[in-house]
């Protein structure tokens, strides 16, 4: 099956910096990726759609200034958290339907962010 | 917007056993709905896929069903195994979109 990719899978930072985070199809094109995130025991909440090419559409509640996301090619999405803090601290997960397929969505194993 | 809910939260059963993890969903014009398997501090495992036009899906000792007019989906795992332990997730896909809503997920735990 399709395979997604992210990186880092975990990272620790301080309060105040931003953390850029990965999502890559590895063997196919998606125009486009979503964008989840997971508190610790609750579900996945989408928090945006990424679109290559043109501008993501973000959730409502969902900052935009402060998760910027970037879909430069039909492979590489990705999620930079600007001016963390630790309630941004949570399992970010990405994911890609396939582009002509059956709408299975393939998941990235997600990052884990900690911010202290 | 579609909202997903799942019950029990959590379910231990002895190995050997077969059971059902239920998901409910609130609007009938699903799209396909997904069942995933989330091991702790991991991504998700697609396990399976209905489509709005179908009513079941098998995969193994898997079965899934939906029932769009009563808006409910059944996930039926047969003679469980200790391997089996995850949390799983329903996730119902809407119609123009590819997004997914999540239910709050059933934590399953077989006892060996």
């Known amino acids: 099956g399709a395979v997604v990719s992210q990186h880092p899978s975990w990272v620790i930072c301080k309060s105040g910096t931003s953390v850029k985070i990965e999502c890559r199809s590895l063997?196919?094109?998606?125009?486009?990726m979503f964008w989840y995130r997971q508190f610790p025991k609750q579900s996945l909440m989408l928090m945006a759609t990424?679109?290559?090419?043109?501008?993501?559409?973000?959730e409502q509640g969902v900052e935009k200034d402060k998760f910027l996301i970037n879909h430069a090619s039909l492979t590489l999405s990705t999620l930079t958290v600007t001016s963390a803090h630790p309630e941004d601290s949570s399992f970010y997960i990405c994911?890609?339907?396939?582009?002509?397929?059956?709408?299975?969505?393939?998941f990235g194993p997600g990052t884990r962010l900690t911010v202290l | 917007k579609q909202e997903v809910t799942q019950i029990p939260a959590a379910l231990s059963v002895p190995e050997g056993e077969n059971l059902v993890l239920n998901c409910s969903f609130t609007?009938?014009?699903?799209?396909?709905l997904q069942w995933f398997r989330q091991d702790p501090g991991k991504g998700l495992t697609s396990l399976l896929l209905?489509?709005?036009?179908?009513r079941e899906q098998t995969s193994g000792r898997l079965n899934a069903s939906l029932d769009k007019s009563s808006g409910r989906s059944t996930l039926y795992i047969a003679a469980s195994q200790p391997g089996d332990s995850a949390t799983y997730l329903c996730?119902?896909?809407?119609?123009?979109?590819?997004?997914?809503?999540f239910g709050t997920g059933t934590r399953l735990t077989v006892i060996p």
């Open positions: 994911s890609a339907p396939q582009a002509g397929g059956t709408d299975t969505q393939y």
């Open positions: 063997d196919f094109q998606a125009t486009t």
């Open positions: 990424s679109n290559e090419g043109s501008k993501a559409t973000y």
């Open positions: 609007d009938s014009a699903i799209y396909n």
């Open positions: 209905i489509q709005s036009s179908q």
């Open positions: 996730a119902g896909g809407e119609t123009g979109a590819n997004n997914l809503f």
